[in-house]
């Protein structure tokens, strides 16, 4: 199995900023991308940022030059570096990755979510 593990998420100021980490664990033997989605209270699930194992990203509109993704692949880790936070930017923020596992098949995990709260 693969778990992944989120921290980072809290109560900020409006302007602030906060990291978010997901630690990825498990009988992996490749990951091809990983990212963060959000959902705020009544809203739809969203996309925020995404990664692939070569590096390219890509970010929802309303973060981008704001929020930046990277990952550390020797520890299977990815961050969300979010700054210039907003209170639109409140909601449950869920990691996500897309793995090779040992066995060779390819599934699709996510955190249990991180609360992040931006208050004006």
């Known amino acids: 199995q693969v778990q992944l593990v989120e921290s980072g998420g809290g109560l900020v100021q409006a302007g602030g900023s906060l990291r978010l980490s997901c630690a990825a664990s498990g009988s992996i033997f490749s990951i091809n991308f990983m990212g963060w989605y959000r959902q705020a209270p009544g809203k739809q699930r969203e996309l925020v940022a995404i990664i692939t194992s070569g590096g390219s990203t890509n970010y929802a509109d309303t973060v981008k030059g704001r929020f930046t993704i990277s990952t550390d692949n020797a520890k299977n880790t990815v961050y969300l570096q979010m700054s210039s936070l907003k209170p639109e930017d409140t909601a449950v923020y869920y990691c996500?990755?897309?793995?090779?596992?040992?066995?060779?098949?390819?599934?699709?995990?996510w955190g249990q979510g991180t609360q992040v709260t931006v208050s004006s």
């Open positions: 996500n990755a897309d793995v090779r596992r040992t066995s060779g098949l390819i599934s699709r995990y």
